[in-house]
């Protein structure tokens, strides 16, 4: 059994520290100290350079007391603006903040239910084996820590990311992929009343391109959509440059990368019809993943929900998270509900009850 009275002081501690995306330092310094005081291995990777964080992620390991495949749990220490200063009200089970920050379980809840039941099999003596606390740092600003996580740190192939909206016991199965499209078409610039024949419009040649596009619901799980198309002249210039960034997501791979493709072959079809260039193209942000109901990791995590006296239910998401990256570098990795919702406002919140079922779902699965 969890520590109740511990897990829910360590979670207003948690949150009262600040950790807005990169400025991640003091919570990495907190957690460190808190699992070094159980017995855990504690290493940091050198990953601040790309992403541009106080630190690198955090991995914090226990030697395995008895048998079984080694078990990443995985949280980001992160929180989105505004998060400085949270402060923590509790009413009727229900914790939110103040009201002017988030209250940052996004995703602290996941953070406090690993170190809780780690703290639990030390302190009772309960045999697992080796367990992985993987705390990453810049999930919010497009999973960069997990995408330059230093994976050779890494202690096994089976990973769950508790990271989701939902009660706990949700357990999400797949996630899309996406790319980002960020491109400029270059046209030549000409006076549009002297000289036009010599002018090429980056503008038109962009306008072409788009009403070739295939966009917005593309099949059932790929979707495209253009955010932004950037051009601004005179209108007695002929404009050189127009920028435009769109992305595309799809739970297919396959179909991610044809629509991708085809995103681009409008544009470079446009520019030579035009007679203009292209400059950028496609980023990959992450990479889509999906499990059968039947996949034997999907039959353990449903196994411990139970266990936990929770009841399973599989989901598919939307958005991406650290779960993307771990499994496109062969990790196994799927994503819990920790009950977190109204995630990314100010009125932010999170039961007490989702807190303690989310802590004992994390217990059994360590302890399968
Ligand atoms: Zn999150």
Redesign the pocket.
């Known amino acids: 059994m969890i520590n109740r009275q511990r897990l829910l002081e360590t979670f207003l501690d948690y949150v009262r520290i600040d950790s807005e995306s990169t400025h991640e330092g003091a919570m990495a310094d907190r957690l460190a100290v808190d699992l070094e005081a159980i017995g855990c291995r504690v290493e940091r990777d050198n990953s601040q350079a790309q992403t541009g964080s106080e630190t690198g992620n955090l991995f914090c390991t226990l030697p395995a007391t008895g048998p079984g495949q080694p078990l990443l749990l995985c949280a ?1 220490m992160d929180t989105v603006t505004p998060g400085v200063g949270v402060e923590p009200v509790i009413e009727e089970g229900v914790i939110r903040s103040k009201g002017d920050t988030v209250l940052g379980g ?2 602290k809840s996941g953070v406090v239910a690993i170190v809780e039941a780690m703290r639990t099999v030390v302190e009772q003596n309960l045999p697992h084996p080796e367990l992985q606390a993987v705390f990453t740092v810049c ?2 600003i497009g999973l960069k820590g997990s995408r330059h996580m230093d994976y050779s740190l890494l202690a096994g192939k089976r990973a769950v990311v508790l ?1 989701s909206s939902g009660d706990a016991g949700k357990i999400i199965t797949s996630a899309p992929g996406q790319y980002k499209l960020n491109a400029t078409v270059v046209g030549r610039r000409a006076h549009a009343g002297v000289a036009p024949e010599e002018g090429i419009s980056a503008i038109q040649v962009l306008a072409h391109a788009i009403a070739n596009m295939k966009l917005l619901r593309i099949d059932e799980e790929t979707t495209a959509n253009i955010g932004s198309v950037c051009a601004q002249y005179a209108t007695n210039i002929v404009p050189e440059r127009a920028q435009i960034q769109a992305e595309a997501r799809s739970r297919s791979d396959e179909k991610l990368e044809a629509q991708g493709k085809h995103m681009m072959d409008c544009l470079e079809q446009a520019c030579q019809k035009f007679g203009a260039t292209l400059e950028g193209g496609l980023s990959r942000s992450y990479t889509a993943y999906s499990y059968r109901e039947d996949d034997p990791f999907v039959l353990a995590v449903s196994q411990a929900c139970r266990r936990a006296g929770l009841t399973p239910s599989l989901a598919a998401s939307g958005g991406g ?1 650290d779960a993307n990256n771990l499994n496109a570098h062969g990790v196994q990795a799927l994503v819990l509900g920790t009950g977190m919702t109204k ?1 990314h406002t100010t009125q932010e919140e999170i039961t007490v009850k989702n807190l303690e079922d989310t802590a004992a779902l994390a217990l059994a699965l360590m302890t399968e």
């Open positions: 980001h996004d995703d999930e919010e990271d998270s995630v």
